[in-house]
């Protein structure tokens, strides 16, 4: 059975520290792994991975995927309280999402 | 260009009533498909549909039906509710299967089944 397991499932910080968050997987086919920040409403997309070791960047948020150990991480350096969210890992398997349960993530100013 | 559209945004039922969530699409994307999202759990595909007339099942189906008549519109029907269907419900659309980095989702619509 494809599943995708995050971790922690939730975490708490101060604004500024640097967090990084965990997605692992077992899917029968593997496509790709994307993150999503998801607020109030709907989650937004961030980054699309489908290839290990090549990180993906975008201002202070970073992630990079491992297919030899099946893992990914989602880093995000000098946090702010705009952060806090919902981050939600999910793996394309046969052209199907498997989603994680998200990492909630809150930032204290 | 209003993307994905859900209605209602928010809809209390009792046990056994029917309803259809809604869901509209104007970027003429083929892939459409409907999740589920309840606390500390991901979002789990209820059904998705690859192109007009075609719909088929996801992770979980059951107390869930479909249609997909146009390209447009992709309603969500429970026939009979129960409270184990009280959930945030999302729908979402991209260009095709294999573009899920430019999925789009709508807004949500939150469910309460008493």
């Known amino acids: 059975e494809d599943k995708v397991v995050q971790s922690p499932l939730s975490l708490v910080v101060h604004e500024g520290d640097t967090v990084t968050l965990n997605c692992s997987y077992e899917v029968t086919n593997f496509r790709s792994l994307l993150w999503y920040k998801q607020e109030k409403k709907a989650p937004t997309f961030l980054f699309m991975l489908t290839s290990s070791g090549i990180e993906k960047k975008s201002g202070r948020l970073s992630s990079i995927l491992d297919k030899k150990e099946l893992f990914s991480i989602l880093n995000i350096t000098a946090t702010q309280t705009g952060d806090s969210a919902i981050y939600l890992c999910a793996v394309d398997s046969n052209y199907q999402l498997i989603w994680g349960a998200g990492t909630k993530l809150i930032i204290k100013p | 260009n209003a993307g994905v559209t859900q209605t209602p945004k928010f809809q209390v039922l009792k046990t056994g009533q029917s309803m259809t969530l809604q869901c509209a699409q104007d970027?003429?994307?083929?892939?459409m498909s409907w999740y589920r999202q309840d606390p500390g759990m991901g979002l789990r595909l209820i059904h998705y549909s690859v192109g007009a007339g075609i719909t088929d099942q996801g992770e979980v189906p059951n107390g869930y039906n479909v249609s997909r008549s146009t390209t447009e519109d992709f309603p969500l029907r429970l026939l009979s509710a129960a409270p184990s269907q009280t959930s945030v419900y999302f729908c979402a659309s991209s260009p095709g299967p294999g573009s899920q980095e430019t999925q789009y989702f709508g807004p949500g619509t939150r469910l309460l089944v008493l």
């Open positions: 970027m003429n994307h083929e892939y």
